[in-house]
């Protein structure tokens, strides 16, 4: 896997489980609600991720970008989709959201360049 | 059709003809562009108007939530499917969506209710 | 008592009573989340209730932000407490924070009053 | 004056009222940052204003933007100057902000229309 | 110290060094007022910087949230203290807050280490 | 120039060479509004640029803030000014900014500083 991929999955894996270590009950079930919420129902998968990648670009978390992006991938989304995703939420969250537009392309090309590997 | 979605309609309309009356052009394009990106494309318009959705949710504009809502009724989203963006929606945005929420389920049902009569 | 407060406890309890007549599980356990959040634990029910209010104020939601004062003043939480509280609130969040706060007084005044009648 | 311009100014000047019989001095003191920071300086009023307007339509605060709105008026900016500065905020801030931009150029007709009475 | 702590605070102290030779009076008034409002007063200190870390979690800001954590740990808050207020954080602010709650508790780690060398 | 003006610039050109290699048509047409927006008209590039720096800083995007702190520098904006706009930020998004002012001030001294080599 690439560079960028790597770093985002060691340290989000590092923290969450020191946060399973140290997280009172409350804060587990949040964390549990967040992995239920995204699993297959009414919608399936890949419109559930495009939702959770939407909803992160115009609130601009990079971190919460690259985990559904990362998702997006893998429910098998392709170019041009994800080009009219990413049209969404730059009209709707604005210039702002360019920035890390910029970055989502970076971490993209990445997850499609190891298939190629 | 109900109250709330007339007086959204009614204003709405007002204020974008007075829009397009004294908007310059940039302004004009940028409307623009809002009404094409959520054309018919590589994604659907049901799926575009559930991003447009859960965008507006955890941006928290109840008038973009409204605007959505009605798009997403005119394409056909059931109830279940509606719940799982509302999910998505709250769990991104933290329960200072949840007014916005209340907000929308009163739309959304004045959107079902209309069917009916 | 008051009719701001009385607005906004029926708007608020004819909506919650919708949402759960017609939401999926997972935002039932999302509701229930939000009401263990704040019961009595490590933290106190008033600075649990300071701390909902000061995050409902910089995000800036007004109906958040009269669910916190209400369950401020039945935590007994004084004048002097709750001008820090929204000092902390305007400072942080800066003066787009006013309007909210203008409302927040208003709203706080008419918790107080209705003891005195 | 219009009812708009009435009802924001008679309500902003209720409260502030209260605020400044009930706040402590840090909030007073916020109070008076928020008035010396738009004196005439470095840069004039004019162009004050339009930075505080393009910053509460970003952070789409509607009390706000009337707010500034009625001082950009007062400070003569005209409707060819208003449209540029509209532009930037949906531009930066995206399509979520066109409904408080809606708000806006209603506001801001209402400013126009009591000069030619 | 670690060296996340170290990091932070040579860079805080150094630019805002840099900010008192350069900044105009009202900036250096405002910076004033964000020492003074966390003061001692009718809230203790340790309250008052749950309620700035509170309002920093949900607003997405590390540095703020590095700041904040500091002020916690010299106050004395404890572990499960310290949780309840990043569950209200996550609560309020959705899950777009996780990946800040991951650095928070990788911040807050290093400054309980630090009392144990 | 300094370091940190070329690490933006060159990441920012790639990103965009690459955007424009893979963007849909919607997109190319939104980052053509996006120079247009700021080219010379009813107001002038100078006044404009301010107002995207406002915004930058208020919505706390730090890559938005460096773009529009380079065309500042290039439109002769001067340090008295540049702090009231600074102020003007601060005052409206609140403290929360204050680490993107930090980051700021480092570089504009940057942008200056290659004047004077």
Known sequence: ????????????????????????????????????????GALDVKTKEMLGLVASMVLRCDDCIKYHLGKCYEAGIKHDEMNEVFMIANLVGGSIVIPHYRRAVEYWDELNEQQTV
């Open 1 to 40: 896997m690439g560079k960028l991929i790597d770093d985002f999955n060691a340290y989000r894996t590092k923290m969450n489980d020191r946060i399973m270590d140290t997280a009172n009950t409350n804060i587990k079930r949040f964390f549990a609600l967040d992995t239920t919420t995204y699993a297959d």
